[in-house]
């Protein structure tokens, strides 16, 4: 059983940053992959980025060159580093973890955070 909780959310200007956290209990962070999605009202998760310690990290197309994932294995934790936010990244943001290999794909994760509010004005 893997409990996760995400922090680090709030209201920026654009070309602001923020870094998101996602405590993990449970499970030592290098037992599974972790990552974080985003979500609008009434949409669907959107994926923005996942980590496996051993075979790497992956990225949306939206999230490359903007925003990093990285863990710190002492804290248990896993962060999510945006750079040069903008309005349309605006959304709520969820940390997941799975057993296997970094994926993109919403249902194959297990593991759910509640989410941290993220709002980027003009």
């Known amino acids: 059983q893997v409990r996760l909780e995400e922090s680090g959310g709030g209201k920026v200007q654009a070309g602001e940053s923020l870094m998101l956290s996602c405590a993990a209990s449970g499970r030592p962070i290098d037992t599974y992959s972790a990552a974080w999605f985003r979500r609008a009202p009434g949409e669907k998760r959107d994926f923005v980025a996942a980590a496996h310690w051993s075979s790497g990290t992956i990225y949306a197309d939206s999230a490359k060159g903007r925003f990093a994932i990285t863990r710190d294995y002492v804290k248990n934790t896993v962060y999510l580093q945006m750079n040069n936010l903008t309005p349309e990244d605006t959304d709520v943001y969820y940390c997941?973890?799975?057993?296997?290999?970094?994926?993109?794909?919403?249902?194959?994760?297990?593991?759910w955070g509640q989410g941290t509010q993220v709002t980027v004005s003009a």
């Open positions: 997941a973890a799975r057993d296997g290999v970094a994926s993109r794909t919403e249902s194959s994760y297990s593991y």
